[in-house]
């Protein structure tokens, strides 16, 4: 299931934000691979965080989950 796929890429990816004290909760994964995300604590604030969501985030989902095209902040 897709979803669930993408639940386990981003549970590699949370590390990495909550080391600068920030964290990310996925909200939904639509059928043709748009995935939407909350980016939280430091992240949520940051001027960096698009930065963040489509070149960090975004490239590492589409790199191990080939159906996402697309990582959204919700």
Known sequence: MLF???KSAIENVRPSLMADGG???LVSVSDDGVVKVRLTGACGACP???MTLKQGVEA???KVVPQVTEVQQD
Request: a negative charge; aromatic letters at 16%; proline letters at 0%.
């Open 48 to 50: 960096y965080s698009i």
């Open 23 to 25: 964290d990310i909760e």
């Open 60 to 62: 590492y989902l589409k």
């Open 4 to 6: 669930e796929e993408v």
